[in-house]
């Protein structure tokens, strides 16, 4: 369920759909959302398809249709400024992608047939792809230009956990230093989503995850390096680290009374990343016999 690539040239759709539905916090499995779809290694995923699945999830799949590049790239942005993202039938309706956001008129796409995912287009590279060409069925001199976009809306109006995509986090995303947190995505926000809210319009006395940290990080890192033993400090730090990069995205956050339960939770986690980093000995378990 993490940002990775598809392991084979079918599977785009339901990819599209899981990447759509995370940025939604929504959390499914690609072979999930195929099995619902009835996506077939001989002929993909059809919008159809697709829709069916996003109905499973609680979603909509709107199917929208665009005849000329201003509106196509107009209606897109309606949505992507709504925080709906949309998916995309590129390269000749040929392949799947997501469109997540659009900022300084760079788009940001996910897309599984790449190495990296998290991939940053112009309009003009985003028109070539986007773009159909139909032959006229009279006229075989007349080719019509369509541009289809697919909104994924969620179906309840209850706040949910919206991803905010802005540039400079996709280009973090794409360094290789963050693939292991773009590959573990899913894992990361659904340990935040038990720890954290939302943050709505009614929120009050909430803080950051980041001011969390700034008051809590060194004292975990030390107890956890205390009773652990022998950590990577460093490394502990990144995972806090990757935490407040998807809590951030998000934009979750803690709520006062809930502090001393995230400071439990934060712990919890770190401690159980440090026994299965760098092992751990038998703790209140039977002694090892004498020799």
């Not at 199917?63 to 709504?82: K, P």
């Not at 899913?186 to 954290?196: A, I, T």
């Not at 652990?228 to 934009?251: E, M, P, S």
Request: with cysteine; net charge positive.
């Amino acid at each position: 369920m993490g940002i990775y690539p598809q392991p084979n040239i079918w599977q785009c759709g339901p990819f599209a759909l899981k990447h759509a539905l995370a940025m939604l916090g929504v959390l499914k499995d690609e072979r999930e959302i195929s099995k619902v779809a009835g996506s077939h290694w001989w002929h993909g995923t059809d919008e159809l398809q697709i829709g069916r699945a996003a109905r499973k999830f609680e979603c909509n799949l709107l199917m929208i249709r665009r005849h000329d590049q201003a509106s196509a790239r107009a209606e897109l942005v309606r949505y992507l400024r709504r925080g709906i993202p949309v998916l995309l039938c590129v390269d000749e309706w040929s392949h799947w992608l997501t469109a997540v956001n659009v900022e300084q008129g760079k788009f940001i796409l996910l897309d599984s047939r790449e190495k990296k995912v998290v991939t940053i287009a112009d309009w003009p590279a985003l028109r070539r792809m986007w773009v159909y060409h139909d032959d006229d069925e009279v006229d075989d001199t007349l080719v019509h230009t369509l541009y289809d976009l697919h909104p994924v809306v969620p179906r309840s109006r209850k706040k949910r956990s919206q991803a905010q995509f802005s540039l400079a986090r996709a280009r973090a995303l794409r360094r290789s230093t963050n693939q292991q947190l773009a590959e573990l995505w899913d894992v990361y926000l659904g340990d935040l989503l038990v720890l954290c809210r939302t943050r709505t319009p009614l929120s009050r006395k909430v803080f950051s995850l980041g001011e969390f940290l700034r008051r809590h990080e060194d004292m975990i890192i030390a107890q956890v390096d205390y009773w652990h033993g022998n950590i990577d400090t460093r490394a502990a730090r990144k995972v806090l680290g990757n935490l407040h990069f998807v809590a951030d995205t998000y934009g979750l956050v803690i709520h006062t009374e809930q502090e001393k339960r995230t400071i439990a939770g934060i712990t919890a986690i770190l401690t159980l990343w440090a026994a299965a980093a760098h092992g751990v000995s038998p703790v209140y378990g039977p002694r090892a016999p004498r020799r």
